[in-house]
Every structure is written in C-alpha cells, then in structure tokens.
C-alpha cells in the first residue's frame, strides 16, 4: 500500500504544489516582444556547474537541441561543464561573467540550491538575482549493490548491521545532503566519502565496487542504472518520492513499484519518521527534488529576451519529439515556464531559520563542516 505523507505547512500550501497538476500549466507563450529578439549567427553558453555524465548534463544536453531549435534565430547552444566545489565554482563564475544579453544561461540543481539556502561562505551568488525561464522536478532512487544480501525494507536488520558502509559525495553542501540525512533518520553507519565530482563520479564509484550504496537523479538512473539492475549488478530500495497537487509525499511516478522514503523509514522504524533530521530532510526534499531544476538568466535582462526564452521552452514542452523522448531521459514529470516556473523557484529558494540553524548545527557535528 502507497504510504502518503503530507509536507505542506500552513501558509505554505501553494508552494508546495509542484506535483503533476500544479506543474501541468506551463504558463503562457509571449507576446510580441519575444518574436522581436533574435539570435540568429550567436552562441548560447549553456553553463552546467556539474560534471560530466550526471543527472544535471544528462538534462542539460537532452534540452540543447530543442533550445537551438525553438529560440528566434536558431543560434547555436553549447553546454559547457564547470566542475568544482560541488556546483558552486562554476555557478559562481556564472554570477561573475553573464551578461544580460541572452548568451549565457544556467542550469541549476540541488547541489547549487543547498549551499544558497544554507548561507554557505563560498556562495558568490544570489538566486534573487536572476530570472528563471524554465523549472522542473526530478526524483531519485537509491540503490545497493547485490552482494549486501539486502532486497528491501524486510532485509532492513542485516543492512543496519552491515559493516563497510561508504557513499561517494560531491560535498556536504551538495545534493547528498538528503541520502546522508536518510542515513541519520535511519540509523545507518555509512562513511561519507566527499570529492565527487558529481553524481557520475559517484556512480562509477559504486560500479567498481568501492562503495556498495549510491543514488541517482532519475534522468541518470534511467540512461546509466537500469541497465545494471537489469544485470543484476545494482538493487533499488527506494525513490526519494514526489509530490502530488496537495503537497504530498507519494510514489515517484517512474518508480511506482518502489516505496519512497518515508514509507521504508515507516516499515523499518516502524513508525513515521519525525524530529528534526526529517523537517530538515523534507524541507531539502522539496528544494532538491520537487523544484530541482531551473534555467536562469541575470534578472536584469531585457524582458524580450527573457520573453524569447520563455516561449522556446514553452514551445519546447509541446514538441513532438521533446514529448517521444522526455520519458527515457527526465521522466514523468511536467516542467514548466511561465507563473508555475515562478512560484516553483518561490518554493526552491525559501527554508525556515529554525531548520537552517539545525541543519548547520547538524554539518557541524556530523562532518566537523562549519558554514
């Protein structure tokens, strides 16, 4: 039985609908002023802060292509990698170097959100800053390799007593911080290796057998993990889950056979999980899951170019081949442009000082990491 869990708080509700629903509508084409913009002999720079192979340019590169198509002119669009610092060195360097005239966007993702919510010294960058154009949810699911014995939540004993445990992570800032805050809701000694240069290094860590735990984004999971489930090489446990029009926590739609998290924390604690480590993680869930995803531009762009980019994607989401192919590669899940691209960088962008302050109190005494 689908275990659902609500997330929403008062006052907060509309924030949190980013599930199916509220991220159906993907907000009106523009007008005029949009057909007036024209990029035609440019290059776009499509700045990725991550590595290669990931689930960020895994997204990236599968837009690229409908991005040149659908924006007035046809320009040329690269993706460039800009590794570092877990996402912040490149996004920092995005800060630095666009300009407000169209030819560098920015991909963002969770491992660049956390850092900003936590108030992280490195951050040079200010989400209040740039205007976002495109956003969408992505899930996750995490996995084991075979050879713990462990198959699901009824094997949840012999994985609390495996010895060995480690997961390869980008920072303690990053994205990772929701598996390592599972592991702390559940009870698990796992030894965090940080230095990943993004969750491609870390996948390709746990293929060569030096760390038995991973996760995946779903974009990633799909192209490079399937295949080895399929082998019998990897095991799914859970999805981080996804959230439904009520703002609450339900199955991930790619995923529906597999339980999210609270409902294998539930079945191996045997109650709901609770206290601060999970407000943290629900709250981090939903700027690193259910709003994961945006492209931004400078917010003092020309509204013309901004109005260019939001009628490429929205033009984008209704593509014929955009719509063949999205399910292989971002999932069932509705990105957006538009008012719920909006309200969707609203709720991405916002945590309480309450959960700050633990979350800080927290990195420091888990990981000796001071912001």
């Known amino acids: ?47 990725i802060p991550l590595a290669v192979g990931g689930g960020s340019d895994t997204w990236a590169r599968f837009h690229q292509p409908f991005l040149s198509r659908h924006l007035p002119g046809q320009p040329t669009v690269v993706v460039r990698n800009i590794t570092g610092g877990g996402g ?35 951050v040079r960058y200010d989400y209040k800053a740039w205007a976002p154009v495109l956003a969408g949810p992505t899930g996750g699911v995490f996995y084991v390799r075979p050879e713990l014995g462990v198959r699901g939540v009824a094997d949840f004993a012999k994985f609390k007593a495996a010895q060995g445990l480690k997961y390869g992570s980008q920072g303690p800032t990053s994205l990772d911080i929701v598996p390592a805050l599972a592991f702390e809701i559940l009870g698990l000694d796992v030894q965090i290796v940080f230095g990943m240069q993004g969750r491609g290094a870390g996948r390709l860590a746990f293929e060569r057998g030096e760390t038995p735990v991973d996760y995946q984004t779903t974009s990633a999971f799909n192209a490079q993990v399937m295949p080895l489930v399929r082998e019998g090489k990897a095991v799914p446990l859970w999805s981080w889950g996804a959230l439904n029009a009520q703002g609450e926590l339900v199955r991930d739609p790619n995923f529906p056979d597999l339980p999210h998290f609270a409902e294998f924390a539930t079945a191996a604690l045997g109650a709901p999980p609770s206290g601060p480590a999970w407000e943290a993680w629900r709250t981090l869930f939903v700027a690193g899951f259910a709003a994961q995803k945006f492209v931004v531009l400078p917010k003092e762009t020309p509204a013309a170019i901004l109005d260019a980019y939001r009628g490429a994607f929205a033009r984008t989401l209704s593509d014929p081949e955009y719509l063949e192919k999205r399910v292989s590669v971002i999932g069932e899940y509705n990105e957006v442009t538009g008012e719920a691209c909006d309200r969707a960088y609203a709720a991405a962008t916002t945590m309480s000082d309450e959960t700050r302050g633990w979350v800080r109190d927290w990195l420091l005494r888990r990981f000796n990491h001071r912001l």
């Open 88 to 122: 912040i060195n490149g996004t920092n360097q995005f800060a630095a170097r666009a300009r407000p005239d169209g030819l560098m966007i920015l991909g963002t993702t969770g491992s660049i959100q956390f850092p900003y919510l936590l108030g992280d010294p490195r």
């Open 1 to 47: 039985m689908t275990t659902i869990l609500s997330l929403g708080r008062p006052g907060r509700r509309d924030l949190l609908r980013l599930g199916a629903a509220g991220l159906a509508a993907a907000g009106a084409l523009p007008g005029r002023a949009a057909q007036a913009q024209d990029f035609a002999g440019k290059t776009i720079e499509f700045i």
